[in-house]
C-alpha cells in the first residue's frame, strides 16, 4: 500500500448523478479507493461497480455515522496507516485531497479536517449559522479550537481509526463526538483550507432535528465532564 499507507473512502446516499466525477478525480492520485453505500435506491452501487471500485453496501440506510464505522472495519482490517473521508455529492473536491497528503507526509497528525471557513460565502445562511455555534461549542468542550466541526472532509491516522471504531454511529452525531473526544485525550491535530462548495442538491442535514441532537450531544459531554471531576 503506497503513499504511507492512505486509504480513500467516499461514504454515499442516492449520489449515483453525482458521484462518479468524484470519483474519477480521485483515481489521479493512485491510492486505494473504497465506497460505502448506505442504502442508496437510486443505483449508485451500479455507478461504482462499473467503474471498478470496491464497494461496501449497506442493505437500508443506516446513517452516516453507520457507514464509516463500515468504512473503518474494513479500512483497518487492510492494514492502512490512515483514512480519508470525503462526501460523494460533489462540495469537497478530489484535487484538494492533496493539502491532507502534504500535512499527512510533514506531520502525521492523528485528525485532520478541512475547513470552509476561510471563504464561506457560498455556505447557506442556515448552515452557516448552525456550523459556527456547534463549531464554537465543540471548541469549548475539547479546548481546542476547532473552526468547521461540521465538513467530512477529513483525515484519521490508524490511531484515531482504532479510537474511533465501535461508537455509535447513527446520522451526524458521531463526527462530532470524535472531534471532542480525540482533542480531550490528547490526539494531535491539524486543518487544511478547503473550497466551500454548494450546488443545488438537498442536504440530507435537517438543521432543527440534527440541531437538537448535537445539543443533546452537547449536554451529554457537559455530565461527562462534571462526573469526571468528581
Same mark, same amino acid.
Given at each position: 500500500?503506497?503513499?504511507?499507507g ?73 492494514g492502512?496507516?490512515?483514512?480519508v ?58 479546548g %481546542?479550537? @476547532?473552526? #468547521? +466541526?461540521?465538513?467530512?472532509?477529513? *483525515? ?5 481509526? /482504532?479510537? &474511533? =471504531? ?17 482533542l ?21 442535514? %435537517?438543521? @432543527?432535528? #440534527? +440541531?437538537?441532537?448535537?445539543?443533546? *450531544? ?5 455530565? /461527562?465532564? &462534571? =462526573?469526571?471531576?468528581?
Open positions: 500500500m503506497g503513499n504511507n492512505l486509504v480513500i473512502c467516499v461514504p454515499a446516499y442516492n449520489e449515483a448523478s453525482r458521484i462518479s466525477p468524484v470519483l474519477l478525480g480521485l483515481q489521479g492520485y493512485g491510492l486505494p479507493i473504497v465506497v460505502v453505500d448506505d442504502g442508496s435506491s437510486d443505483g449508485t452501487d451500479k455507478v461504482v461497480t462499473e467503474l471498478g471500485l470496491p464497494l461496501l453496501r449497506h442493505e437500508v440506510n443506516r446513517g452516516k455515522g453507520e457507514a464509516i464505522q463500515t468504512a473503518l472495519r474494513h479500512v483497518l482490517g487492510l492502512a496507516e490512515a483514512v473521508f470525503l462526501d460523494a455529492d460533489g462540495q469537497h473536491l478530489p484535487e484538494e485531497l492533496g493539502r491532507f497528503l502534504e500535512v499527512w507526509k510533514a506531520q502525521q497528525p492523528d485528525l485532520v479536517i478541512g475547513s470552509r471557513m476561510r471563504d464561506n460565502k457560498a455556505m447557506p445562511l442556515v448552515r452557516r449559522a448552525s456550523n459556527n455555534f456547534s463549531s464554537a461549542l465543540i471548541s469549548a468542550l475539547a %481546542h479550537r @476547532v473552526t #468547521d +466541526s461540521q465538513s467530512g472532509y477529513r *483525515l484519521l491516522s490508524r490511531r484515531m481509526m /482504532e479510537f &474511533a =471504531l465501535g461508537r455509535p454511529g447513527g446520522r451526524f452525531g458521531l463526527e462530532s463526538e470524535l472531534i471532542i473526544d480525540a480531550l485525550a490528547g490526539m494531535s491535530y491539524a486543518e487544511v483550507p478547503i473550497s466551500c462548495v454548494y450546488g443545488d442538491k438537498k442536504s440530507y442535514f %435537517h438543521p @432543527v432535528k #440534527d +440541531s437538537l441532537d448535537f445539543l443533546g *450531544l452537547v449536554g451529554k459531554k457537559v455530565v /461527562e465532564r &462534571a =462526573l469526571s471531576k468528581r
